[in-house]
């Protein structure tokens, strides 16, 4: 069984960083592709950025692009997203993805508030 615990999300100011972080346990084949999502009210979820298990980024959402940057750790199991100069657009709930074996894993989410 695999499971996704996000962390880091909070209340922030427009032009404020945040650092969410994830860990994954369980079973973890190595060719897999880490990302993360995000799903504001009333909206779709959608996709914020991805990197393959040996640190290749396949990239960014346009909104984001300059501003948000991950990374992952595959001693540690945990893949992370620096999130820099927020605006209030980015305040949504952000979910880490998993996607090895041919299906997705979620997080639970974690919210990201971005308001003065």
């Known amino acids: 069984q695999v499971q996704l615990v996000e962390s880091g999300g909070g209340l922030v100011q427009p032009g404020g960083s945040l650092r969410l972080s994830c860990a994954v346990s369980?079973?973890?084949?190595?060719?897999?592709?880490m990302g993360w999502y995000r799903q504001a009210p009333g909206k779709e979820r959608e996709f914020v950025a991805a990197?393959?298990?040996?640190?290749?980024?396949?990239g960014y959402a346009d909104s984001v692009k300059g501003r948000f940057t991950i990374s992952r750790d595959n001693t540690r199991n945990t893949v992370s997203l620096q999130m820099n100069s927020l605006k209030p657009d980015d305040t949504a709930v952000y979910y880490c993805?998993?996607?090895?074996?041919?299906?997705?894993?979620w997080g639970q989410g974690t919210q990201v508030t971005v308001s003065s």
């Open positions: 993805n998993l996607h090895q074996t041919g299906r997705p894993y």
């Open positions: 369980g079973y973890i084949v190595s060719d897999n592709v």
């Open positions: 990197i393959t298990w040996n640190g290749i980024n396949l």
